[in-house]
Nanobody, 126 residues
């Protein structure tokens, strides 16, 4: 089973940038699609971005398209979420997640992810 550790969150002002990291250990991370989700206070967890096993395909929520970029470095067993031009509405706990299927494709659906990181808090002040 793959174990994920999310990091990189923090408190920033609107317009700033942050890069989240998700380090994997165990299992066959490099063959799995990965995703980032977020949960704001009082709201359900929502999809942010996803990347396929090779990194060739990505897909983003409309709310972050053009501002966030997801990438992966399979040699380092790490996925990243580069977040630029942050807005107060981006404030949330961010979770990375993985799909266990070999050569798995991207997915927007939380139910299709099999393992999760512990989350990292991102707070954007206005």
């Amino acid at each position: 089973q793959v174990h994920l550790v999310d990091s990189g969150g923090g408190l920033v002002q609107a317009g700033a940038s942050l890069r989240l990291s998700c380090a994997a250990s165990g299992g066959t991370f490099s063959l799995h699609a990965m995703g980032w989700f977020r949960q704001a206070p009082g709201k359900e967890r929502e999809f942010v971005a996803t990347i396929n096993w090779s990194g060739a395909n990505t897909y983003y929520a409309d709310s972050v398209k053009g501002r966030f970029t997801m990438s992966r470095d399979n040699a380092k067993s790490t996925v990243y979420l580069q977040m630029n031009n942050l807005k107060p509405e981006d404030t949330a706990v961010y979770y990375c997640a993985g799909r266990s299927g070999v050569y798995s494709s991207t997915s927007l659906w939380e139910s299709e992810y099999d393992y999760w990181g512990q989350g990292t808090q991102v707070t954007v002040s206005s």
